[in-house]
């Protein structure tokens, strides 16, 4: 039986720019799913990196605290406006509802809970070699048993190449590290670590801790709410290509705005938002032995890298206590943008209006960052465009050997 012939399409659940959800059901196993089918925007090759991407990555990872891709197929015709659809475990909310939300009322332990489990799943895409490279609030989504999984893996990218070139433009700006506000084009995981510190300060204030409206306004605003950071504690911002002098204020005191914060809490939001990206934690440098489960409990390194964060009382919420958004909500469940898989994000979607072809050291089928930033101008003059046929036979192609691997 065919992919698309194996899941029947309930209702349409969500509707975004380049992308619609679908409530599904497996015909074989009776499974509820979900199905997002990506438009196929137009490139020079007639292909969508952003969306090859995400189904690669997803391919790979397997994890409780990462989203599960069941299946992939692609739709369409020449006349048909072409589609890559991903079957996905079906997961009606994310976290960035949950702190919008008025109506519940979340305590330290619960964001200690939703801590550990999105550094655990964080921790494993870095061993598996992955930068997500967008973590936010509603790329955070919740299961109906509460757990929650890393979504949205379309700005991700393979690392552990030494001196690889990787594009700044990523990261939504609100939680982007002063690293690539200045322009960095080499960076390691620390990226995603300065987005975790902005989602663990967002849970508590329940609004962004630091959003800028440009990228030179949230170089400011960072500045301003942690302090200037002296040439001693970020000895090599002065190399990085954007640098400019900063603006100078003091350092501030955390405890004065997050003032129902523990000790242990400060201390960890903190080393999460050092400016100095050697600095700052790792996941596994945070991860609770709490909420590991086997095989990572016989692993000693999990034994020596444990913030007092997680062994402070509170003890985290169990997983089935966590706060959930009520089943008779008021919440926009008119709007047709309103679900969880169709993040937002004005980089990725800039991208694809652009038809820009994505950076990916980890696929063979796509190029790397200098390539596409500094050669593509010269590769359009050589490259004979394909027919539309072509990029149907293609996409065909692409999307069978991501499906099956071969």
Known sequence: MEAKQRYTKLSKVGEGTYASVFLARDTITGERLAIKKIKIVNSSDGLDMTALREVQFLRELHHPNVIRLVDVFSSGSATITPSLNLVLEFLETDLECIVKHQGIVFRPADIKSWMGMMCRGLDYCHRMGCLHRDLKPNNLLIAPSGELKIADFGLARGFGEPGQKMSNQVVTRWYRCPELLLGARHYSTAVDMWSVGCIFAELHLRVPYMAGESDLEQLSIILRALGTPTEKEWSRAKHLPNF??????????????????????????????????????????????????????????????????????????????????????SADKSSSTAHALLSDSKVKDGRRKAGAVQDDGALALLPSDDEEEEGRDQKKSKKRRMTEKEKEEARRRIARRLAFGR
């Open 244 to 329: 400019m002098p900063f603006e100078q204020h003091p350092k501030q005191d955390l405890a004065m705005l997050f003032s129902a914060a523990s000790p242990e809490t400060l201390d960890l939001l903190s080393r999460l938002l050092q400016f100095d990206p050697t600095e700052r934690l790792s996941a596994s440098d945070i991860c609770s032995l709490l909420l590991l489960r086997s095989p990572l409990l016989i692993d000693p390194r999990y034994q020596c890298m444990q913030h007092a964060y997680f062994k402070a009382s509170p003890p985290p919420t169990p997983i089935s206590d966590l706060p959930r958004i009520p089943k008779d909500s």
